[in-house]
């Protein structure tokens, strides 16, 4: 079980990357696409590092592809809000040079294919999960040490829409919107409707007396 808030996916240990070090594009300004990637709960450091993976051999020509692996980058660094947005135009990308720096920009062992198609399915997918059995993240944490929660988590409730759930600490209900690589915490201001069928082989773990809340997928491929 994780012990502090994460996910699986991201390594322990990063390369340190700024966006001054990645190759100029024309017409892209990247320290404002790396602050729209903080601003929407990502880490830019993160984004830099993933950018970078995947220019190594060269910015693509088309800026189309040029876009689709900022956007990828973005989604990789967190930014859960541009998902959707990496998801269509990584479909889009047919050169194999661009396609293998998509999967750099991912830092996924498996085809660009491949990982699309399960994604399509299964938004908590990446190649290496079996090997943490099941466990994708844990989310919140004690906010005394840069957490979310003054109090454990003691409920959590499948939402309707994908991703989702409602998580009650104390007196408090939150919205939990998560994926592979980002999450999303809300508090609401009343307690959220659960819908039962839609958490599926999906739930949330919650420990007594932890400030966690750890997200687990049952009979991972």
Same mark, same amino acid.
């Given at each position: 079980?994780?012990?502090?808030?994460? /996910?699986?996916?991201?390594?322990?240990?990063?390369?340190?990357?700024?966006?001054?070090?990645?190759?100029? *594009?024309?017409?892209?300004?990247?320290?404002?696409?790396?602050?729209?990637? +903080?601003?929407?709960?990502?880490?830019?450091? +993160? @984004?830099?590092?993933?950018?970078?993976?995947?220019?190594?051999?060269?910015?693509?020509?088309?800026?189309?592809?040029? @876009?689709?692996?900022?956007?990828?980058?973005?989604?990789?660094?967190?930014?859960?809000?541009?998902?959707?947005?990496?998801?269509?135009?990584?479909?889009?990308?047919? %050169?194999?040079?661009?396609?293998?720096?998509?999967?750099?920009?991912?830092?996924?062992?498996?085809?660009? /294919?491949?990982?699309?198609?399960?994604?399509?399915?299964?938004? !908590? #997918? #990446?190649?290496?999960?079996?090997? !943490?059995?099941?466990?994708?993240?844990?989310?919140?944490?004690?906010?005394?040490?840069?957490?979310? #929660?003054?109090?454990?988590?003691?409920?959590?409730?499948? &939402?309707?829409?994908?991703?989702? @759930?409602?998580? +009650?600490?104390?007196?408090? #209900?939150?919205?939990?919107?998560?994926?592979?690589?980002?999450?999303?915490?809300?508090?609401?201001?009343?307690?959220?409707?659960?819908?039962?069928?839609?958490?599926?082989? *999906?739930?949330?773990?919650?420990? %007594?007396?932890? !400030? &966690?809340?750890?997200? /687990?997928?049952?009979?991972?491929?």
């Amino acid at each position: 079980m994780m012990r502090m808030p994460g /996910h699986r996916a991201n390594p322990l240990r990063q390369p340190r990357t700024e966006v001054s070090e990645i190759p100029a *594009v024309e017409g892209l300004d990247l320290v404002l696409a790396a602050e729209n990637v +903080r601003r929407q709960g990502g880490d830019p450091t +993160r @984004f830099a590092s993933a950018l970078s993976a995947g220019f190594a051999e060269g910015v693509p020509s088309e800026r189309t592809d040029v @876009f689709a692996l900022v956007s990828l980058a973005g989604w990789r660094a967190g930014a859960l809000t541009l998902r959707e947005d990496a998801l269509v135009r990584a479909e889009t990308i047919i %050169e194999p040079a661009v396609r293998s720096a998509a999967t750099r920009v991912l830092d996924i062992r498996s085809d660009l /294919h491949s990982f699309l198609q399960k994604q399509s399915t299964d938004r !908590y #997918w #990446w190649p290496d999960r079996a090997k !943490y059995n099941g466990i994708v993240c844990a989310i919140g944490g004690f906010a005394g040490v840069g957490g979310s #929660w003054i109090a454990p988590p003691t409920e959590a409730l499948p &939402l309707a829409e994908a991703g989702a @759930f409602g998580i +009650r600490t104390d007196d408090e #209900w939150w919205r939990a919107d998560l994926d592979v690589w980002g999450v999303r915490l809300v508090r609401l201001s009343a307690p959220p409707t659960e819908d039962p069928d839609a958490a599926g082989s *999906v739930s949330i773990i919650l420990e %007594e007396n932890s !400030y &966690l809340a750890v997200l /687990h997928v049952e009979a991972t491929p």
